[in-house]
């Protein structure tokens, strides 16, 4: 029986990708999905993708934490939306520690909430290079989609080639919009169209650039995202300009040396294509050199390396279990 395993927000889509993804895992004990919207509904009935893996499972609107008190250690994903944890992160502390399960507690945030919060503790969970600082971690912030692919392709760049800009263009699934749709987020708005937001002012910039600083170096780089007319994956382009002309053997070379002991990340001699690593946390790098300019291409899915994955890929570092533990292979199916 493997530690326990709480899923707060469990009707969202990166709890529904989590229920899929543990159900591989053999370190944890079944999830339990937590949703005050659908408190008492068979889980099933929002994921139903999960009939199979959870066909008597229920939401309960409120977790017990009493019922882990005898618990070695306690795994919580916070799959909340924006602002929900933040907002109800010193209750949760109160309740864990009127539990008695107060230092049992393995939280990982799948939200903004405390990516760039250093005051709690949270350790910044990109997991390819921040194993050191998760090690042992029992606060950890997820990454956005977005950062994870641009840090896995500008960090390598940044430390290692010295562009003296960059420019990256990057498209989306509306899957990565959450569950509630916007006038903008709506799939049936969003099909058969391709919309540029938040050019230049993506929050996930703040989060690539603090990396930049830690792993690499700062560098001058801007980010236009797309709304894409699919479902789920990332695919996105960095044009990078340097001083004097690079060479594709040595960019491949880069990556190669970069991602060597990275079970999840892989260099492609060809520019990769997303319905490769749709479902599957891996991520794929390709790219070429042309005169003094780079293009690097990066795939991957938004709702697991992107998300699920990779916040279960970081379990796993700060849980000193083998990193690839529970995704090292093919999990389907997958609802979207």
Same mark, same amino acid.
């Given at each position: ?75 919580? @994903?916070?799959?909340?939306? #924006?602002?929900? =944890?933040?907002?109800?992160? $010193?209750? %949760?502390?109160?309740?864990? !520690?009127? /539990? ?45 989609? @977005?950062?994870?692919?641009? #840090?896995?392709? =500008?960090?390598?760049?940044? $430390?290692? %080639?010295?562009?003296?800009? !960059?420019? /990256? ?168």
């Amino acid at each position: 029986m493997g530690d326990p395993v709480v899923i707060l927000g469990g009707g969202s889509f990166g709890a529904g990708e989590l229920a899929r993804l543990l159900t591989a895992h053999d370190g944890v004990a079944h999830p339990g999905l937590v949703s005050r919207s659908h408190g008492g509904s068979p889980v099933a009935s929002v994921h139903p993708h999960l009939g199979a893996a959870y066909p008597d499972d229920r939401f309960v609107s409120r977790a017990d934490w009493t019922a882990f008190r005898e618990s070695r250690r306690i795994i919580v @994903f916070s799959a909340l939306r #924006a602002g929900e =944890l933040a907002g109800r992160y $010193r209750e %949760l502390e109160a309740e864990w !520690a009127q /539990a008695g399960i107060g230092d049992r507690v393995l939280l990982i945030d799948l939200s903004a909430d405390f990516r760039l919060d250093e005051g709690e503790g949270f350790v910044y969970g990109l997991s390819e290079w921040m194993r050191e600082p998760l090690a042992g971690a029992t606060r950890i912030a997820n990454p956005g989609c @977005f950062a994870t692919a641009l #840090a896995l392709g =500008l960090i390598p760049l940044a $430390r290692h %080639l010295m562009p003296r800009d !960059a420019t /990256a263009f990057a498209l989306t699934g509306s899957t990565g919009a959450g569950v509630t749709p916007g006038p903008r987020t709506h799939h049936p708005l969003r099909a058969h169209n391709c919309v540029p937001y938040r050019p230049y002012e993506h929050r996930h910039r703040s989060e690539v650039d603090r990396l930049l600083e830690l792993r690499a170096r700062p560098l001058d780089w801007n980010f236009i995202p797309y709304a894409a007319p699919w479902v789920r994956g990332i695919t996105l382009t960095i044009e990078a300009r340097f001083d004097e002309a690079p060479d594709t053997d040595r960019l491949a070379e880069t990556f190669r040396a970069s991602y060597a002991g990275s079970p999840f990340v892989s260099w492609t001699d060809t520019p990769p294509e997303l319905t490769s690593v749709v479902g599957g946390n891996r991520c794929l790098i390709g790219g070429i050199c042309r005169g003094r300019r780079a293009a690097v291409f990066v795939v991957l899915d938004n709702l697991v390396k992107g998300m699920a994955g990779q916040a279960i890929q970081n379990l796993n570092l700060a849980s000193g279990w083998p990193e690839d533990r529970g995704l090292g292979h093919w999990i389907g199916p997958y609802p979207v």
